[in-house]
């Protein structure tokens, strides 16, 4: 069984989000753990937040399931029926095709880090919550759209 040398696992900061919502992610950084063990069938992410960081747009899967761990510090689990703190130890699973929105915010005064494990799905249509933003991923290429399901050309 090969180990992963974490030092070695590509580092993904940012987002691929439009404007404005790119900007929005500053402070979060996710560890590929799966990327850099080969895997295809699900991905395995170490997400670390600084304080005030979000992990994403509150979203939701349409056929990947989502599984999360806090590994390190505390956060806020933001979903449709309101807010969680979450502490090292604790875990959250979002099933694919439940429509509760969900992100994660760094509301200490230090890093916090959640494990997250997702399925990979052929095709994958992700739903942001809280703006009109969609992403459809097919084929390894992303494209986002309005929730109406034109091209996003900017918040309208």
């Known amino acids: 069984m090969p180990v992963i040398d974490p030092a070695r696992a590509p580092v993904k900061t940012g987002s691929i ?21 080969g895997l295809t069938q699900f991905g395995v992410n170490l997400v670390t937040l600084e304080p005030g960081a979000l992990s994403s747009l509150r979203h939701w899967h349409r056929h990947e399931d989502e599984f999360v761990m806090v590994t390190e510090g505390e956060c806020t689990l933001v979903q449709n029926a309101g807010e969680t703190v979450m502490r090292a130890g604790d ?47 097919e084929a390894g290429k992303a494209r986002f759209t309005h929730k109406d399901g034109s091209d996003f050309r900017g918040v309208r």
């Open 17 to 37: 989000y439009p404007e404005p919502y790119a900007g929005m992610m500053r402070g979060r950084s996710s560890l590929r753990l799966g990327e850099a063990g």
């Open 91 to 137: 875990c959250a699973a979002f099933p694919a095709g439940d429509p509760d929105g969900h992100h994660f915010i760094n509301r200490s005064d230090r890093l916090a880090r959640f494990l997250v494990v997702g399925t990979r799905a052929p095709r994958e249509v992700a739903t942001y919550s809280d703006v009109d933003l969609r992403l459809e991923i």
